[in-house]
């Protein structure tokens, strides 16, 4: 009984109707710059968080990893869900405007809800460093380890013909090329998962390297995903909104009720008067 109770006194939930604006508008531009710098900035805070990930407990380097992604992932689709929200709620008053007859422009609906907007302002912000991932996958190779540095006292040889030329080998180029940039850039967007890997497993990190185009999606997607969900977070405020105003109700007639249980109380004596 109480089971059935319960269930009928949890709210229904509550939602309005909206204007369903258009898959790409005039936000675009603003919103994919918006998204490419967060991703900036969540890889600059990879970057930095890179000396506390790398543990040597292997469990704990992963659970701080894991718990670094997952609340990058989190904030990501939060912020998404908020831009639905908000949409939602452009869709709503654009709604009321023209139910009561006034003129609603052709960029004002555009900018009202749509299921896939959020996606799409992502991937477009994400471009920068998909090009960039998807050339680095290409030519990515199995990590050798550095030659050591030869000891001070050998230099004096390097001169000498005969031994000079074996010493070469000791100084490879480390020319600033393209590859490099590009391995920079794939490695400190996905460090999180290069460090749960494990830096020194070669094998591995190859595999990360390749993967990272799919990886750097992976933020793309979380925040279409919370900005296809506004609508549930637009209902449930609509929800709260009408819960509150029910839970006032039930003050107010309690409270009323209380008062004309007194007024019967003191009427009781003055009848018997």
């Given at each position: 009984?109480?089971?059935?109770?319960?269930?009928?006194?949890?709210?229904?939930?509550?939602s309005?109707?909206?204007?369903?604006?258009?898959?790409?508008?005039r936000?675009?531009?603003?919103?994919?710059?918006?998204?490419?710098?967060?991703?900036?900035?969540?890889?600059?805070?990879?970057?930095?968080?890179?000396?506390?990930?790398?543990?040597?407990?292997?469990?704990l380097s992963?659970?701080?990893?894991?718990?670094?992604?997952c609340?990058?992932?989190l904030i990501?689709w939060q912020?998404?869900?908020?831009?639905g929200a908000?949409?939602?709620?452009?869709?709503?008053?654009m709604l009321?405007?023209?139910?009561?007859g006034?003129?609603?422009a052709?960029?004002?609906?555009?900018?009202c809800?749509?299921?896939l907007?959020?996606l799409?302002?992502a991937?477009v912000?994400?471009?920068?460093?998909?090009?960039?991932?998807v050339?680095?996958a290409f030519m990515?190779?199995?990590?050798?380890?550095?030659i050591?540095?030869?000891?001070?006292w050998?230099?004096?040889?390097?001169s000498r013909p005969?031994i000079?030329?074996?010493?070469q080998?000791?100084?490879?180029?480390?020319a600033?090329?393209?590859?490099?940039v590009?391995?920079?850039i794939?490695?400190?967007?996905?460090m999180?998962?290069?460090?749960?890997?494990?830096?020194?497993?070669w094998?591995?990190?190859?595999?990360?390297?390749?993967?990272?185009?799919?990886?750097?999606?992976?933020?793309?997607?979380?925040?279409?995903?919370?900005?296809?969900?506004?609508?549930?977070?637009?209902?449930a405020?609509?929800?709260?909104?009408?819960l509150g105003?029910?839970n006032?109700?039930?003050?107010?007639?309690?409270?009323?009720?209380?008062?004309?249980?007194?007024?019967?109380?003191?009427?009781?004596?003055?009848e018997l008067?």
């Amino acid at each position: 009984m109480q089971d059935k109770k319960k269930k009928n006194n949890k709210p229904q939930k509550v939602s309005k109707p909206f204007l369903r604006g258009k898959m790409i508008d005039r936000t675009l531009p603003g919103g994919a710059l918006k998204f490419f710098g967060f991703l900036l900035l969540m890889a600059f805070v990879f970057f930095m968080s890179m000396l506390i990930s790398t543990i040597d407990i292997k469990i704990l380097s992963i659970a701080v990893n894991v718990a670094i992604l997952c609340t990058a992932w989190l904030i990501i689709w939060q912020s998404g869900m908020n831009s639905g929200a908000d949409a939602v709620n452009q869709g709503e008053i654009m709604l009321a405007r023209r139910e009561k007859g006034r003129p609603v422009a052709d960029w004002e609906e555009s900018l009202c809800y749509h299921p896939l907007k959020g996606l799409i302002i992502a991937l477009v912000g994400s471009i920068p460093l998909i090009v960039c991932s998807v050339a680095y996958a290409f030519m990515a190779e199995r990590q050798m380890h550095i030659i050591g540095v030869l000891p001070s006292w050998v230099s004096g040889f390097e001169s000498r013909p005969e031994i000079g030329g074996a010493l070469q080998y000791y100084h490879p180029d480390t020319a600033f090329s393209i590859d490099v940039v590009l391995r920079i850039i794939a490695r400190v967007t996905t460090m999180p998962i290069v460090s749960m890997v494990g830096a020194d497993n070669w094998d591995a990190v190859l595999i990360v390297d390749r993967l990272s185009p799919v990886l750097n999606l992976i933020p793309a997607i979380v925040y279409g995903v919370g900005y296809a969900m506004g609508t549930e977070q637009r209902a449930a405020v609509h929800t709260n909104v009408a819960l509150g105003k029910q839970n006032l109700r039930k003050k107010q007639i309690k409270e009323r009720r209380a008062r004309q249980r007194q007024q019967q109380i003191r009427r009781g004596p003055e009848e018997l008067n």
